[in-house]
């Protein structure tokens, strides 16, 4: 059974960075397509970034693009998200998810499997 935990989230203060990492348990990381998504108070689950299987494609929501990296380490069966120049809007839960069968990257039910969460927050 494939589980996802994702550690790392926390309080920090505007302009500050976070690194989210999602255990892969179950199966490798690289077989699967993989993303991060977040969900704030009162909205809608919504697509942050995702990774292709073998790391060569790289998708990021406008909102995070050349603020938040996603990776892979194989070695640890590990994906990472790295959030610099946090802002408020940043603050949800975020969750970490993978998909078998590639079909696109940004809806969260193409997702087959998905983490707890871990809360993010961010003070002004």
């Known amino acids: 059974q494939v589980q996802l935990v994702e550690s790392g989230g926390g309080l920090v203060q505007a302009g500050g960075s976070l690194r989210l990492s999602c255990a892969v348990s179950?199966?490798?990381?690289?077989?699967?397509?993989m993303a991060w998504f977040r969900q704030a108070p009162g909205k809608e689950r919504e697509f942050v970034a995702a990774i292709s299987r073998n790391s060569d494609r790289t998708y990021y929501a406008d909102s995070v693009k050349g603020r938040f990296t996603i990776a892979r380490d194989n070695a640890k069966n590990m994906v990472l998200l790295q959030m610099n120049s946090l802002k408020p809007e940043d603050t949800a839960v975020y969750y970490c998810?993978?998909?078998?069968?590639?079909?696109?990257?940004?809806?969260?039910?193409?997702?087959?499997?998905w983490g707890q969460g871990t809360q993010v927050t961010v003070s002004s």
């Open positions: 179950g199966r490798t990381v690289s077989s699967y397509t």
């Open positions: 998810a993978g998909q078998r069968y590639y079909s696109t990257y940004d809806r969260k039910d193409v997702y087959d499997y």
